[in-house]
């Protein structure tokens, strides 16, 4: 069984930093490309940024280019979210997922970010 799990939201003030962790198990994490997604209140999933299996590959939302940084540690099958200078347009439900941009296979159950002064 595919199990993602999120860690590393919480309160930050506008400008401030969070890094996100996602840990995978049930499948071969270093096969398979891999996706942040969020959904803020009232809205629908929007991708934020991808990472292909290696690492040679990524890319951003044009709303978080140059601010996050996505990245993967395939011996301990964990992908990250490195969030810098956040917004309160930032605040949303931050989900990992298998696959690359909007072809996402699964998906954890999220870990809340609030960008709040």
């Known amino acids: 069984e595919v199990q993602l799990v999120e860690s590393g939201g919480g309160l930050v003030q506008p400008g401030g930093s969070l890094r996100l962790s996602c840990v995978a198990s049930?499948?071969?994490?270093?096969?398979?490309?891999m996706s942040w997604v969020r959904q803020a209140p009232g809205k629908g999933l929007e991708w934020v940024s991808s990472?292909?299996?290696?690492?040679?590959?990524?890319d951003y939302a044009d709303a978080v280019k140059g601010r996050f940084t996505v990245s993967r540690d395939n011996a301990k099958k964990t992908l990250y979210l490195q969030m810098n200078g956040l917004k309160p347009e930032d605040t949303a439900v931050y989900f990992c997922?298998?696959?690359?941009?909007?072809?996402?296979?699964?998906r954890g159950q999220g870990t809340q970010v609030t960008v709040s002064s």
């Open positions: 049930g499948f071969i994490f270093s096969t398979y490309s």
């Open positions: 990472i292909n299996s290696g690492s040679f590959y990524t």
């Open positions: 997922a298998q696959g690359w941009k909007t072809t996402m296979t699964a």
